[in-house]
């Protein structure tokens, strides 16, 4: 089974910076797409930013301009590295990737890792 891993998450204040980083147990150019995702609980899943197999990353409006997706191809990593943090981007932050070229089903994921932003 593909194991994807997340590391980074914690307690920074509004303004501040975390760096997220997601690990797979195989290559990542086993999957066409690989993405970040976040939840609230009690709301529905967000999808932050993906990025394709060939490196073209995408973002929701509401991260544009705050957050950057990028990947190691060597280290097998996914990162996101998220500036100007705000109360709102409070979740627990999930790794996700998938095999398939379209569509919004992933097939993996990583156990989750929460970000919380003070006020």
């Known amino acids: 089974q593909v194991q994807l891993v997340e590391s980074g998450g914690g307690l920074v204040q509004a303004g501040g910076s975390l760096r997220l980083s997601c690990t797979a147990s195989?290559?990542?150019?086993?999957?066409?797409?690989m993405a970040w995702f976040r939840q609230v609980p009690g709301k529905q899943r967000d999808m932050v930013a993906t990025?394709?197999?060939?490196?073209?990353?995408s973002y929701a409006d509401f991260v544009k301009g705050r957050f950057t997706i990028s990947r190691d191809t060597y280290k097998r990593t996914v990162s996101l590295q998220m500036n100007s943090l705000e109360p709102e981007d409070t979740a627990v932050y999930y790794c996700?990737?998938?095999?398939?070229?379209?569509?919004?089903?992933?097939?993996?994921w990583g156990q989750g890792t929460q970000v919380t932003v003070s006020s």
């Open positions: 990025i394709s197999k060939s490196g073209v990353p």
């Open positions: 195989t290559s990542i150019f086993t999957f066409n797409r």
């Open positions: 996700a990737a998938k095999r398939g070229l379209i569509g919004p089903t992933y097939d993996s």
